[in-house]
């Protein structure tokens, strides 16, 4: 007999979760999710797409009873609720390899509730992973409170800081090189200006991370076939084994360049990059670039015993589908030490 799914609870507080050998993973959305989702369907920028939008570009995809309007939000939310449904699978291997469940927040959620990163996330949290899908229009912004919080906590050895900052597509005035992106992409849920991160970019820039997130770059495919083509992983200076049978990450069309602010070096180490479709022209590629930072690793430094990662948040969902070696990369991030 199948064993049924475990009911869901909804609207409860946070059960603190005890410390054993097994790393405590939690995920932070940083979005205020009314803001998302009150979003007007008439701005044709810097919004989601509603179900509507994503049924109508993916079909027939979702023209199942599941997603159907007695079933399923059928705007804005209902997209947020994908992003949501779409991590199930990484909080279930990182519940098989910790033990633990996979905490969930969000700085403001579906009731209104306001939950600022302090100490009801963190003493109970190893891996913090940061996804920063809120809208700069949003004004999410860290407070000097969250970062003195998050700086005291990274103090403790064996943390571990994942931040995850999405692209920003056309942040410029000009609609022409708005267009190239856009074409570039081809991803017609997304307009021809989504700039998101702010949140991420007030903690990098508190915690002096050395990284901006820029651009939506489509990555290049294994010629004659629709897979993404191989990461190019720097695994001599992978100490934590983050890419430990880790062949590629996800394809997803409009993947964000982590550019480096600060040289390179011991303390920044850039462990893989992606190779930018080259059949698709981009003013990134127009300057010369072949392949975008996609996976960046900052050891224990100074004061700070614990880790800073950046990579995407797509790379742990499977909207954009899945594979053993995307597995391979939450089971070594669940279980990772240095």
């Known amino acids: 007999m199948t064993a049924l799914p475990r009911a869901r609870t909804y609207n409860q507080s946070h059960v603190p979760r005890p410390r054993t050998s097994g790393r405590r993973v ?31 570009v993916a079909w027939p995809a979702y023209e199942t009873p599941e997603y159907a309007e007695a079933n399923f939000l059928q705007g804005i939310a209902g997209t947020l609720e994908l992003f949501h449904r779409s991590t199930l699978d990484f909080q279930a291997v990182a519940e ?9 927040f969000q700085r403001i959620d579906q009731a209104g509730y306001k939950l600022p990163i302090d100490e009801r996330i963190l003493d109970d949290t190893d891996t913090l992973m940061v996804f920063g899908l809120d809208h700069l229009l949003s004004e999410q912004e860290a407070a000097p409170e969250e970062v003195a919080a998050i700086a005291e906590w990274l103090q403790r ?19 022409a090189q708005r267009q190239v992106e856009y074409e570039h992409h081809g991803d017609r849920l997304v307009p021809r200006q989504q ?16 990284v901006h997130n820029t651009w939506g770059l489509r990555p290049a495919v294994v010629e004659g076939t629709t897979e993404i083509a191989p990461l190019n992983g720097c695994r001599d200076l992978d100490t934590p084994g983050l890419l430990d049978n880790v062949t590629t990450l996800n394809f997803h069309p409009h993947l964000p360049h982590y550019q480096l602010t600060a040289p390179e070096s011991d303390g920044l180490r850039v462990l893989g990059r992606q190779r930018v479709d080259p059949n698709r022209p981009h003013p990134f590629t127009a300057s010369g670039n072949t392949e975008f930072n996609a996976l960046i690793w900052m050891p224990p430094a100074g004061q700070r015993a614990g880790d800073i990662v950046l990579t995407d948040s797509t790379h742990f969902t499977t909207l954009f589908g899945g594979t053993d070696s995307l597995r391979n990369l939450w089971h070594n991030l669940a279980t990772m030490t240095t």
């Not at 999710?33 to 920028?45: C, L």
């Not at 050895?157 to 609609?175: R, S």
Request: with cysteine; glycine share 6%; hydrophobic share 35%.
């Open 26 to 56: 939690s995920i932070y959305w940083t979005w205020s999710y009314p803001w998302e989702a009150q979003r007007s369907p008439a701005s044709m920028e810097n919004r989601f797409s509603t179900i509507t939008e994503v049924r109508n």
């Open 195 to 210: 700039r998101f991160g702010q949140y991420t970019r007030s903690l990098m820039k508190a915690l002096d991370v050395p």
């Open 157 to 175: 050895e064996g943390t571990c800081l994942l931040l995850a900052p999405h692209h920003d597509v056309g942040f410029t005035d000009d609609y």
């Open 96 to 104: 098989a390899a910790t033990g633990h469940p996979v905490a969930v």
